[in-house]
């Protein structure tokens, strides 16, 4: 009976039936309470949606004193989703663990790491993550969170491993790019809703000596002499569908807008087929496996017991037997390495990009999403998410947006990173596409802390501050661990001037991530806006250390400095806000506002003359321009400006104070406000 039992549980698991399973393992375990038969009843209450149940089963299931790893692995997941971390590092390293039994597996370094970052240890955390992607390499999930960390020396090394295996480390020492890490080695993350995004530094992989590009997908990957060249399959059923239902032509630069730059060839990564002798192909033929390129070569890795902590597989020794079973064991090695291979070299380059991303290194993170990826993984929902966030955060909406919908396009049920996408249409003030994006994900799932954060951003761009409030609530309660939630709800309470609450929530957001600049911006323009200008500096300088190539945070570190009568060190930071970002029109109009203080008007009206080349279309640059005039004593000039201003339609209240200006050109008045 208890075969037939277990093997009816497994087999309802397999058909999703997690209430029928749970039903039959909980007859299981009364007729034979093993350790085997509780993990087996506490998988079935996980995949039922009972976490809590799985831990008292697993935890109170007999007075046992040691479980077996997969027994710890579950229960100490089951309480980091129920909020006991405390027990769920114990029981990873101490509780339940044998004095004889081997070091932490791969998984379960994770594990600790997660746990660490979530208790405000990182530097520990990030051990742990490292420790986890040596022991297996196809980790993912700690290759993000250690880029979320800010561990660019720790992410280069293990991609540099990675690089080793799969026999393409000269190739990615060409990617790499020698930037000087700020105080804190951190990315530049994104700005925030209203606020322009920054420029990531001029460099490109085309400047890289020796590179000069791929003409199509079989060059990316025969840059080492040591690659596979076989790699000549068509591309696969799916895409072949993709490509018809979305109207892509030949070149495939129409709706997916790939780069025309380099003209892609729709090359699966891993339909390279390994390089073996003739005589080796025809025993593969005849025993059934074939020999065309258009074959899949097997890429499951071997066990982890037989696997080095490189992530290579151990050499196996030689046992005897017939000559052609030793040669059929080669050549099915052979293939399960070289697709491991393959493997390796598709995350390298993912990695690489996520880890410029993560350093907001836009440009170069774009160049390689789109020059050392195949068509196949290009043309995906999350590779095209990260182009568009390194699209948004180098200030270039409009082809954000555009790598976003087509997203979309290949993923519509996508929601991860759609709320990136809704402060996208909300910097270009796209409110159709806005709601349409917030009725399309409400309908995907209403209990998706994106979808709220959505909704919020559809009822911020309609001005209704406390719906849209209410929204991200709704979002931090679905998941109290996003940082960015916090922040955007710390923007409508400072629209509200509730700088109390405010101030709460970009702190919160500092909480979850302590490298979460926007919010300690968040928390500089609070006090700036309470006339805090001391507190303000130190607020900005943090946010600069986290960031240090954000044309927003030195423009209002010089705003504050000027406030501070620091006029020098404010012409610094705005010079410097320049630099960055030369479209940062804010910039330019306040380092001219800081040199007609100092009285140095003719400096002044170069500065705003420099920024009308770049904007002519902006009121207060024409307005500024014209009192830079008056006190140079031309007042046609002042007050063709002036009126200049009034035909560019600014509001009602600044067309009345351009019209005071106007009457008040004869009237030498040092004490004007200029605040437009």
């Known amino acids: 009976m208890d075969s037939c039992l277990r093997r009816e549980v497994l087999n309802s698991l397999n058909c999703d039936l997690a209430e029928n399973a749970v039903f039959l393992c909980e007859r299981l375990f009364a007729e034979k ?53 405390s027990e769920a590092e114990e029981v990873l390293l101490k509780k339940y663990r044998s004095s004889r039994e081997a070091p932490l597996g791969p998984t379960e370094n994770y594990l600790v790491g997660k746990i660490h970052r979530m208790t405000s240890r990182p530097e520990s955390a990030k051990k742990y993550y490292e420790r986890a992607l040596e022991l297996d390499p196809f980790l993912w999930v700690a290759f993000e969170e250690l880029c979320r960390l800010g561990a660019s020396g720790e992410t280069s090394k293990i991609l540099h491993n990675m690089a080793c295996v799969a026999e393409i480390e000269n190739e990615l020492q060409s ?189 170069d993170a774009i160049q390689v999403f789109t020059s050392r990826l195949p068509t196949n993984q290009y043309c995906t929902g999350w590779v095209l998410c990260q182009v568009a966030k390194a699209h948004a955060e180098s200030v270039d ?51 998706a802390p994106e979808t709220w954060c959505i909704v919020g951003n559809v009822h911020s761009k309609r001005t209704d501050p406390d719906s849209a409030i209410k929204a991200f609530q709704r979002a931090m309660q679905l998941d109290p661990d996003r940082p960015y939630t916090y922040t955007l709800c710390g923007h409508e309470f400072f629209a509200l001037e509730d700088f109390e609450r405010a101030q709460q929530c970009f702190r919160k957001a500092i909480d979850k991530d302590g490298r979460h600049y926007k919010a300690w911006y968040g928390v500089g323009l609070v006090h700036y806006r309470q006339e805090k200008y001391e507190s303000a500096q130190a607020q900005f300088r943090r946010a600069i250390s986290i960031n240090n190539s954000s044309s927003v945070l030195k423009c209002q570190l010089g705003m504050t400095l000027a406030k501070l009568s620091k006029s020098d060190g404010a012409l610094l930071q705005l010079q410097q806000a320049i630099n960055s970002d030369r479209k940062n029109i804010i910039s330019w109009l306040e380092k001219a506002k800081v040199l007609q203080n100092m009285g140095r008007h003719q400096e002044a009206l170069e500065v705003l003359q420099g920024a009308l080349v770049i904007e002519h279309r902006d009121p207060c640059l024409h307005f500024h321009t014209g009192i830079a005039f008056k006190n140079l004593g031309n007042k046609n ?18 067309q009345n104070f351009i019209r005071t200006a106007i009457e008040k050109i004869n009237v030498e008045d040092d004490s004007q406000d200029t605040e437009l």
């Open 33 to 85: 309470p093993t350790e085997e038969n509780a993990l087996l009843l506490a998988r079935c209450h996980c995949r039922n949606r009972q976490d809590y149940r799985a831990y008292h089963v697993l935890k109170d299931g007999g007075p046992l004193k040691v479980l077996s790893p997969e027994c710890r692995l579950l229960l100490a997941q089951c309480c980091m989703k129920l909020g006991h971390l």
């Open 175 to 363: 990617l790499h790019i020698n930037t000087p890490a700020s105080p804190m080695d951190t990315p530049t993350p994104q700005n925030h809703i209203g606020s322009p995004l920054v420029h990531a530094p001029n460099r490109i992989l085309e400047e890289t000596p020796g590179f000069q590009g791929f003409a199509n997908d079989q060059d990316r990957y025969d840059a080492s002499p040591r690659t596979p060249t076989s790699m000549t399959s068509p591309a696969p059923r799916r895409f072949q569908h993709m490509e018809h239902s979305i109207g892509m032509d030949s070149s495939m630069e129409m709706v997916l807008h790939v780069p025309p730059t380099h003209q892609r060839r729709q090359t699966p990564l891993d339909s390279d087929t390994p390089r073996r002798s003739a005589r080796i192909a025809a025993m593969g033929s005849r025993k059934g496996r074939g020999s065309s390129a258009r074959r899949q070569p097997e890429a499951t890795p071997p066990p982890s017991s037989n696997r080095s902590v490189s992530g290579q597989p151990k050499n196996r020794q030689y046992r005897g037997g017939a000559p052609e079973r030793d040669h059929e064991s080669s050549v099915k090695g052979q293939t399960m390495d070289d697709g491991r291979k393959a493997a390796l070299r598709l995350l390298t380059f993912l990695g690489e990009g996520y880890r410029l991303l993560s350093m907001y290194h836009c440009k």
């Open 397 to 447: 909406y409009h082809s954000a947006a555009k790598s976003f919908e087509n997203a979309r396009l290949v993923d519509p049920q996508r929601l991860e990173d759609m709320d990136v996408y809704s402060t996208v249409l909300w910097q270009l003030g796209e409110e159709a596409k806005l709601s349409h994006l917030a009725d399309a994900a409400v309908s995907l799932e209403r209990l």
């Open 637 to 654: 000039e002042a007050v063709k400006h002036y009126f200049h201003a009034l035909d560019l339609k600014p509001s009602a209240a600044d």
